[in-house]
């Protein structure tokens, strides 16, 4: 692994220290301490040189190891007077995930999402009101409500593999990427989108999504041509969804209602009883769609790689039973509904497993306003100190022998009732698995994520015969969501029903 590598982390580590350095020479305010208990062990100076060095050589994960094995599981890297403090287990974990907003938070991290979603939703809003929008998500996401999802994702992806012939050979990573997206426009966008202007909002959302280039990521605001792009994608998506809001708004009475994700946030009220704007509604709707599109593809290519390679295929055809049995089970009625779901064990720790392996987000970030004290699994105490970053790697927390056995093992047994490894006393409790993240900004489309990684696996497992016919894909740490790297060619072959 080198520097280029390692490309999506150094994006958001440098991100991180530009803006904090200039913060930090604005306001230099001295932080009182809390209590006399030390502050973690500091890498600073002629000492860093090291850490850069294994950084640059060896990747992310190794620079960790080392520190961690020579400091301990809370270490700080201070650079520039800006001072990252890295939080390694899960026992330190509490504060970082559940701390108050105002005394932890993504900070001005995320600045580049404002242009994105609009002044006034998510990062963009104060924290009062992000709070009940993030409510918004949650209660649209919610269990019940995505139910009714389940029909339009079965109906798109049959629509999809429909397309596919007897036999043939694919690239698995733009098959999940395209399916992906029509299912996101159908249950996210609504109807409106998926029927009359699929082409034309792709579009934009691809000029949209060039807002999380490294330029835009460094400097939102600067008058280059892809933020112009951005912008004006940004100011037609706005007009769509204005229209759509308005005319679901002015809809008669006895006419039906939609029952999508976008009819909840339409429906959604502040406490106040203020109903969200047109404007709020297209924002959270695009967070929605950017929080879900990549994660959701690039999981289903690396559990449908896991699958097809790891054990000679040992775990394929496990998942593959679960369906016949789930099929049998349901001869003569049912089909595969909410129930079926719920019953595809193996697949579900089929798909957790390559979360563990293959996280989304490697490695979280916070800023501390507040400081506070932490207590390592040894008993040591620190003050964490306020004006602090903090960086919580789980792409290495997902890989500590002390929580799982042969971590480096595709092995989704490891979750099953008798292993519950990121469950048990000693595996660290709640935060031993992060790949959805953790307590407060804990992602709210996991349920939704997993209903569809499975509706399109169990689909593809009832029906083709599936070989992974290029090399196990290495990891591209180029993205900002890590995806297999180059192409991930699978040949099928239609069964017979
Ligand atoms: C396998 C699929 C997915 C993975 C691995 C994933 C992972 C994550 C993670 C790690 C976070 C927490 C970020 C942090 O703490 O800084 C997050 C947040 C979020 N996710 Fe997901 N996600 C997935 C799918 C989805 C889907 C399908 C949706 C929407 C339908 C979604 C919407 C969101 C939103 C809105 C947030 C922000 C929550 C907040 O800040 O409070 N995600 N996701």
Known sequence: MDLTTNIGIWVALVVIWIAAAMVTTRRMTRDHPLS??????????????????????????????????????????????????????PEVLDHFFQGPESEISHCNV????????????????????????????????????????????????????AKWGQHGTVDLKHEMEQLVLLI???????????????????????????GMSL???????????????????????????????????GRVQDQEEEEDVLQNLIDSKYKDGRPTTEAEVTGLVIMLLFGANNTTSVTSTWTGACLLRHDHGRWLAAAAEEQRDIAARRRGGG?????????MDTLHRCVKEALRMHPVMPVFFRKVHRGFTLR??????????????????????????????DPDVYDPDRFGPQRQEDKVAGGGGRFAFTAFGGGRHSCVGEAYAYMQIKV??????????????????????????????????????????
């Open 110 to 161: 995320f600045e580049f999402m404002v242009p994105i979603l609009g002044k006034g939703v998510g990062f963009g809003a104060d924290i009062a009101t992000r709070t009940e929008q993030m409510r918004f998500h949650n209660d649209a996401l919610k269990r019940p409500k995505i139910r009714n999802c389940i029909g339009a994702m079965l109906q798109e992806v049959e629509e999809y593999f």
């Open 335 to 343: 089909g595969i509904d909410h129930g079926a779901l719920l019953e």
């Open 184 to 210: 996101s426009s159908r249950c996210l966008l609504g109807k409106e989108i998926r029927e009359k202007m699929l082409d034309e909002a792709h579009t934009l959302f691809r000029d949209l999504s060039g």
């Open 36 to 89: 006399d208990r030390p502050h973690p062990p500091v890498v600073s100076g002629f000492c860093l040189l090291n850490p850069l060095r294994v950084l640059l050589t060896k990747g992310v994960k190794a620079m960790i190891h080392e520190q961690h094995r020579a400091l301990g599981s809370v270490f700080t890297l201070s650079f520039f007077g800006v001072n990252m403090t890295f939080l390694v287990g």
């Open 456 to 497: 399109i696996w169990s689909y593809l497992l009832r029906n083709f015969e599936l070989e992974l016919v290029s090399p196990f894909p290495d990891t591209d740490w180029s993205k900002l969501v890590p995806a297999p790297k180059g192409n991930v060619m699978v040949s099928y072959k239609r069964v017979a029903a």
């Open 376 to 405: 390592t699994k040894d008993g040591a105490e620190y003050e964490i100190p306020g004006g602090h970053h903090l960086a919580s790697p789980a792409l290495f927390n997902h890989r500590l022998p002390c929580i799982y056995s």
């Open 215 to 249: 330029t835009s990521v460094l400097f939102p605001y600067a008058p280059t041509p892809t933020n112009r792009r951005r912008d004006a994608a940004r100011a037609k998506l706005a007009k769509i969804f204005t229209e759509i809001v308005r005319s679901r708004r």
